[in-house]
C-alpha cells in the first residue's frame, strides 16, 4: 500500500498564560499534539521535533508484548532503514538490542550509538558493526525513551539521534531530555489512541462486520446474532470467517478482545452507567 507522506495540517489552539511554565518546544508539540486527528499526524510532528533539535534519525517502535519484540506492531523511521533488513538477517544480530533490551526491563530513558559504546556492559561484536554502520550514515549517537500500555500490554521505543560526538550530544540532552522525554510518552499515548481508531479502515472492515465484532464482543452466540442480523446461522459464520481473514484472528475470544481494544465496546471498568459507588479514594 502506497503511503501518502506529505505531513497533514492540524489547528491549534491559543494557551492561557498559566500554561506556560513548560519549554516552549514542549509547549507547542503539546498544542500540537491536542490538534492531531490521525497517528500520521502525530508521527509527523514527532519527527519536526526532532529535526528542530538537531536530531532528524526519529525511531518508533512498538511491539505488542513488553516481555519481547518478537511480536512487532509497527516500526517507523525517518530515514531509510533499509540497510537493517539485510544485518537482521543474522539471527544473531536479529534477536539482540542493547536499547530494546534495557527498554523491556527499564523506565528510564539511555542513550545509544556508538559514541556510548563504553558505558555499556558487553557489546557483542555483531552487534557493533551495526552501531559502525549506523554511525557512518549519521546516527552516531542517540536517547531513546522506553513506553509502556498495559491494556493491551505493550512495549514501545521512541528514539531521536544524529552525527554528534558524545560531548555535543550530551549537551544536547541537558537542554532538550526533559522536552523530548515528556514528548516521546504523550506521542506514543495520542498516537497509539489514533492508530487503534484506525484499526477498521487500515484493515477495510464494512460497518456491518463492525456491528458483528461488537454482538462477538458481548458474548452473543451465533443464533442471537442471526435473529439480531436476521439471516441464518451458516451466513453469520460466513462474515464471521471474513471477519477472521481481515484481522488475522482464528478464534472467537480474540474477536472479541479486538471488540475491546479498538473501541466498539466500552471498557468494563468504566462503562458510563455503572455504578455510582464504584470509584476508590486514598487519602494520607
Same mark, same amino acid.
Given at each position: 500500500?502506497?503511503?501518502?507522506?506529505? %505531513?497533514?495540517?492540524?489547528?491549534?489552539?491559543?494557551?492561557?498564560?498559566?500554561?506556560?511554565?513548560?519549554?516552549?518546544?514542549?509547549?507547542?508539540?503539546?498544542?500540537?499534539?491536542?490538534?492531531?486527528?490521525?497517528?500520521?499526524?502525530?508521527?509527523?510532528?514527532?519527527?519536526?521535533? @526532532?529535526?528542530?533539535?538537531?536530531?532528524?534519525?526519529? =525511531?518508533?517502535?512498538?511491539?505488542?508484548? *513488553?516481555?519481547?519484540?518478537?511480536?512487532?506492531?509497527?516500526?517507523?523511521?525517518?530515514?531509510?532503514?533499509?540497510?537493517?533488513?539485510?544485518?537482521?538477517? =543474522?539471527?544473531?544480530?536479529?534477536?539482540?538490542?542493547?536499547?530494546?533490551?534495557?527498554?523491556?526491563?527499564?523506565?528510564?530513558?539511555?542513550?545509544?550509538?556508538?559514541?556510548?559504546?563504553?558505558?555499556?556492559?558487553?557489546?557483542?561484536?555483531?552487534?557493533?558493526?551495526?552501531?559502525?554502520?549506523?554511525?557512518?550514515?549519521?546516527?552516531? /549517537?542517540?536517547?531513546?525513551?522506553?513506553?509502556?500500555?498495559? /491494556? %493491551?500490554?505493550?512495549? @514501545?521505543?521512541?528514539?531521536?539521534?544524529?552525527?554528534?560526538?558524545?560531548?555535543?550530544?550530551?549537551?544536547?540532552?541537558?537542554?532538550?531530555?526533559?522536552?523530548?522525554?515528556? /514528548?516521546?510518552?504523550?506521542?506514543?499515548?495520542? *498516537?497509539?489512541?489514533?492508530?487503534?481508531?484506525?484499526? %477498521?479502515?487500515?484493515?477495510?472492515?464494512?460497518?456491518?462486520?463492525? =456491528?458483528?465484532?461488537?454482538?462477538?464482543?458481548? @458474548?452473543?452466540? =451465533?443464533?442471537?446474532?442471526?435473529?439480531?442480523?436476521?439471516?441464518?446461522?451458516?451466513?453469520?459464520?460466513?462474515?464471521?470467517?471474513?471477519?477472521?481473514?481481515?484481522?488475522?484472528?482464528?478464534?472467537?475470544?480474540?474477536? /472479541?478482545?479486538?471488540?475491546?481494544?479498538?473501541?466498539?465496546?466500552?471498557?468494563?471498568?468504566?462503562?458510563?452507567?455503572?455504578?455510582?459507588?464504584?470509584?476508590?479514594?486514598?487519602? @494520607?
Amino acid at each position: 500500500m502506497q503511503l501518502n507522506l506529505k %505531513p497533514q495540517a492540524v489547528e491549534r489552539r491559543s494557551m492561557l498564560d498559566c500554561e506556560r511554565y513548560t519549554p516552549e518546544a514542549l509547549q507547542d508539540f503539546l498544542l500540537d499534539m491536542e490538534a492531531t486527528t490521525t497517528s500520521r499526524q502525530v508521527w509527523d510532528r514527532l519527527v519536526k521535533l @526532532g529535526k528542530g533539535m538537531g536530531m532528524p534519525f526519529v =525511531d518508533f517502535i512498538v511491539a505488542t508484548s *513488553y516481555q519481547n519484540w518478537r511480536k512487532t506492531l509497527f516500526i517507523r523511521t525517518s530515514y531509510d532503514s533499509t540497510w537493517l533488513n539485510e544485518l537482521n538477517k =543474522d539471527p544473531e544480530i536479529h534477536k539482540w538490542s542493547y536499547f530494546r533490551s534495557h527498554a523491556i526491563n527499564y523506565l528510564t530513558p539511555i542513550t545509544i550509538g556508538l559514541e556510548y559504546i563504553d558505558e555499556y556492559r558487553h557489546v557483542p561484536a555483531k552487534r557493533v558493526q551495526v552501531m559502525r554502520k549506523a554511525a557512518s550514515i549519521g546516527l552516531r /549517537a542517540g536517547f531513546s525513551i522506553p513506553l509502556r500500555t498495559f /491494556a %493491551p500490554p505493550q512495549a @514501545g521505543l521512541i528514539t531521536f539521534g544524529g552525527d554528534y560526538s558524545k560531548r555535543e550530544f550530551d549537551r544536547l540532552i541537558q537542554v532538550h531530555g526533559w522536552t523530548l522525554n515528556a /514528548a516521546a510518552m504523550v506521542a506514543h499515548q495520542r *498516537y497509539m489512541t489514533h492508530f487503534v481508531a484506525e484499526f %477498521p479502515e487500515r484493515n477495510r472492515i464494512s460497518e456491518k462486520q463492525r =456491528d458483528l465484532l461488537e454482538l462477538i464482543g458481548l @458474548g452473543l452466540q =451465533d443464533k442471537q446474532i442471526a435473529d439480531t442480523f436476521q439471516i441464518s446461522i451458516s451466513a453469520v459464520r460466513q462474515r464471521m470467517n471474513k471477519l477472521m481473514e481481515k484481522t488475522g484472528l482464528t478464534t472467537r475470544p480474540e474477536l /472479541a478482545a479486538l471488540a475491546m481494544s479498538i473501541g466498539v465496546l466500552p471498557d468494563p471498568l468504566n462503562r458510563p452507567h455503572g455504578p455510582t459507588h464504584d470509584f476508590l479514594i486514598e487519602m @494520607g
